[in-house]
């Protein structure tokens, strides 16, 4: 079965500059979540998507922008890249229209700011 | 969002059942509990979800009193391949399925 695409699995950047994560949902799934994870950390929610538009936002930086195509893939764009910043990124896919739903997670995008 | 409080961290052996509770007094009306499962280095997995009561599938059952203040995520017989981090998440379900929040969750280890 299909699952959710990440792209790049791992990414290594210098600080200040930017980075583009991409995700690519299950097919017929309309929600779309990016979560951050730190090294030690519990998974925190940054943002979330449903049928394009923004649903709900957690604790992403102004400097971190995100939003999701008529396709329904979604890209999480990252500037003035930080130290702090690297972590591991996920993007989850779930399709809202049903009760009880879950989510499914990618495999994540590892980046390190250099 | 229902806050939830978990163990950080448990230990058992090979072939035991294990149960995680999750404490979430404040849990609302419209909230389910769900449970995932976390392996190093990769994205939290969907175990289970439920309402009220009990839920089983084919790899844990999930107790839910009636009151809904806590649940029990129950596995039985662990192997070493269930070492993992257990979040438990209290959130709604259906059209306003907007965010998980994950909290602290719980580092179970098991032993040979």
């Known amino acids: 079965a299909a699952g959710v695409i990440q792209s790049p699995r791992h990414l290594i950047k210098e600080k200040r500059e930017t980075a583009t994560l991409k995700c690519y949902p299950i097919?017929?799934?309309?929600?779309v979540y990016w979560y951050q994870q730190g090294p030690g950390q519990d998974p925190q929610f940054l943002i979330s998507f449903y049928e394009k538009m923004q649903s709900d936002k957690g604790s992403i930086p102004d400097r971190f922008s995100a939003q999701q195509f008529s396709d329904y893939h979604s890209e999480l764009n990252m500037s003035s890249l930080e130290l702090g910043d690297s972590a591991l990124y996920f993007c989850?896919?779930?399709?809202?229209?049903?009760?009880?739903?879950?989510?499914?997670f990618g495999q994540g995008t590892r980046l390190t700011v250099v | 969002l229902a806050k939830t409080t978990q163990p950080i961290s448990m230990d058992s052996y090979e072939g035991q059942e294990v149960n995680i509770t999750c404490s979430h007094n404040n849990i609302a009306t419209n909230d389910y509990i769900t449970w995932y499962q976390q392996f190093p280095s990769q994205g939290p997995r969907f175990i289970i979800q439920?309402?009220?009561t009990k839920v089983t599938n084919e790899v844990a059952s999930l107790f839910i009193p009636a009151d809904r203040k806590s649940s029990t995520l129950s596995l039985p017989r662990v192997s070493l391949s269930d070492t993992a981090v257990y979040y438990c998440?209290?959130?709604?379900?259906?059209?306003?399925?907007?965010?998980?929040?994950f909290g602290q969750g719980t580092i179970l280890t098991v032993h040979p």
């Open positions: 998440l209290v959130g709604p379900g259906g059209t306003s399925y907007g965010k998980l929040t």
């Open positions: 097919p017929r799934h309309d929600t």
């Open positions: 439920g309402y009220k």
């Open positions: 989850a896919s779930s399709a809202r229209d049903r009760m009880n739903t879950e989510a499914f």
